[in-house]
């Protein structure tokens, strides 16, 4: 049997559009081993020829294969079939900086809120703008969604414009596209700087205020901004560090950190020197978990609630809507300040 008869064998169910019939048609012919992956698909003049259908309503029915995952076109030779997961109603891109522990809880939750229907591929470029682009594309026409969290540097911009803007949705970090595009972002400047206001009681207990910070990593540009602004505008003693070095803990000094690496290397001298937590020396974290929570008697960070954040996209997607949220950030006391 061909793929053109399973096609036409569908035109007694009425309540098909020819839209509908051609994607089941072909989807069936998946199914029962008439096409498979690498197979090319009749081009589209042909299947107007074969079928007799419009040709929009050709390119309507390939377009949604695509959105699926089961289909991809390539420039100049046609659309050829990639994928026999035909349960899977979109095939989604998911591209994170890293497998870090938010990030990870960012994902569980994502999937778990889309459920079997939707397949999610991850990948990571880990703030190198040169594998970004890269991934994107090699991406680029095979999804029917990408959920990108960028690189925050308008010259990624344009490689991003290339998607349509319902099937792009900017995550985690915020990159201006145009009003039509959707985002569900962090905001770290003026978030930071005012957490650390509703703390300055808790800061002033310390002789000094450190925050670590590298420019050469991903770490938020706004959370170095809003420390400097906090320590000018409070006459706070304080110093920016690009790292920590082991053994050079000081018992009466605030450490403040975004990277998990430096502060556990902090939290073990700690332990090593026989310092409390929250009175020797004061411990912030920037991001959430529930390894902090239990650690000391807890460790205070500001965090966006990154489940909260996969929640509303995977709503946005099942919805098809169109979001444009600034997600806020949580001040979270615990025993370390």
Not at 100 to 108: A, D, M
Not at 113 to 134: A, P, R, Y
Not at 235 to 263: A, P, Q
Request: glycine share 6%; aromatic share 12%; proline share 2%.
């Amino acid at each position: 049997m061909s793929l053109i008869t399973k096609i036409k064998e569908l035109e007694t169910v009425n309540t098909l559009s020819k839209h509908e019939q051609l994607v089941l048609g072909i989807i069936d012919a998946i199914d029962s081993g008439i096409l498979s992956t690498g197979d090319q698909l009749p081009s589209i003049n042909n299947m107007v020829n074969e079928v007799g259908f419009a040709r929009k309503t050709i390119v309507k029915a390939y377009e949604e294969l695509k959105e699926r995952g089961l289909v991809e076109s390539k420039k100049l030779k046609g659309y050829f079939i990639i994928s026999q997961e035909t349960k899977v109603t979109l095939r989604i891109a998911l591209l994170l900086f890293s497998f870090q522990r938010f990030q990870e809880e960012f994902y569980n939750t994502f999937r778990k809120e889309l459920g079997k229907k939707f397949q999610i591929d991850v990948f990571f470029h880990h703030n190198n703008k040169s594998i970004f682009e890269t991934i994107m594309t090699n991406v680029m026409g095979k999804y029917g969604m990408y959920v990108v969290a960028p690189i925050p540097d308008k010259a990624v911009a344009p490689k991003l414009r290339l998607i349509e803007p319902k099937k792009l949705l900017i995550i985690d970090r915020y990159l201006s596209l145009g009003n039509e595009y959707s985002f569900i972002s962090q905001e770290f400047e003026e978030s930071t700087y005012l957490k650390l206001i509703e703390l300055l009681p808790a800061i002033k207990r310390f002789k000094k205020f450190v925050l670590f910070y590298r420019e050469d990593s991903d770490y938020p540009k706004g959370v170095l901004n809003a420390f400097k602004r906090f320590l000018g505008d409070y006459s706070i003693n304080g110093k920016v560090k690009e790292t920590y070095k082991s053994s050079s803990l000081k018992k009466g000094d605030l450490y403040f950190f975004i990277s998990d690496t430096l502060l556990w290397d902090v939290v073990r001298d700690a332990h090593n020197y026989q310092y409390k937590i929250g009175k020797d020396i004061g411990l912030l974290s920037h991001n959430d978990h529930v390894i902090k929570e239990l650690v000391f008697g807890g460790i205070t960070t500001i965090s966006t609630d990154f489940k909260a954040m996969a929640i509303r996209a995977a709503k946005h997607i099942k919805n098809q809507e169109t979001t444009q949220l600034i997600m806020p950030s949580d001040l979270i006391r615990r025993n370390s300040l």
